[in-house]
């Protein structure tokens, strides 16, 4: 058993069933999220985020993955570009005169143990900003202010005027016709678990 492998196996070991499931959809590329049965993440996906996780200790398990797995509006592996359109969407479909910014949050894809956050003002101007986590606290990037766990970050941020956003099945419908479905290595039939079903056009910008 290859290193990779083995920590992942690791991995599923502190999750439940419908734990791996949730995270399985997280890593799948958007175009796949509609698709049944969902197809196999690729060894390369799974080689990305256990480097993106970093060591696999319950506590960390716990505030990276386990406490935003039911959050309807963490996005998981997904583009800059995609999570604006998704964000687009879901704004969208607010009331009229709904006066709320609206936000809605990913992995980085740059930067281990990194969260982006997209938020959308009135106008629909969208801003980024990242969540990191440091001295075992996250925080705004720039900011001192610091919290144990990312939800707290997060409920934080959602106030009277900023609220997330959650998209929902026609979104990703609606993303989905804009790009092809990207074939891994287990759909396609193909034994080389190396190759990169993010080499497309669609997942250029990860930030």
């Known amino acids: 058993m290859d290193e990779t492998t083995a920590n992942w196996a690791k991995l599923?070991?502190?999750?439940?069933?419908?734990?791996r499931l949730q995270l399985y959809k997280l890593l799948t590329p958007p175009v796949n999220r509609n698709i049944v049965p969902?197809?196999?993440?690729?060894?390369s996906v799974i080689e990305w985020f256990l480097g993106w996780l970093g060591p696999i200790e319950p506590h960390r398990v716990q505030i990276f993955i386990k406490d935003l797995l039911p959050q309807p509006w963490f996005l998981g592996k997904v583009t800059k570009f995609e999570a604006e359109f998704i964000l687009d969407l879901a704004s969208k479909r607010r009331q009229i005169g709904f006066k709320r910014s609206s936000f809605t949050m990913r992995f980085s894809e740059r930067i281990p143990q990194t969260f982006s956050v997209e938020r959308s003002n009135l106008t629909g101007a969208v801003t980024s900003f990242r969540i990191e986590y440091k001295n075992n606290a996250f925080c705004q990037s720039g900011s001192s202010h610091t919290f144990p766990t990312v939800l707290e970050q997060v409920k934080s941020m959602a106030t009277k005027d900023l609220e997330p956003v959650s998209p929902d099945a026609s979104d990703w419908r609606a993303l989905a016709s804009r790009q092809q479905p990207v074939l891994t290595s287990s759909s396609s039939g193909s034994s080389n678990n190396s190759a990169d079903p993010m080499n497309t056009t669609a997942y250029e910008g990860y930030d």
Not at 38 to 43: A, F, L, R, S, Y
């Open 12 to 19: 599923m070991k502190l999750l439940t069933p419908e734990e």
């Open 38 to 43: 969902q197809p196999e993440v690729d060894k």
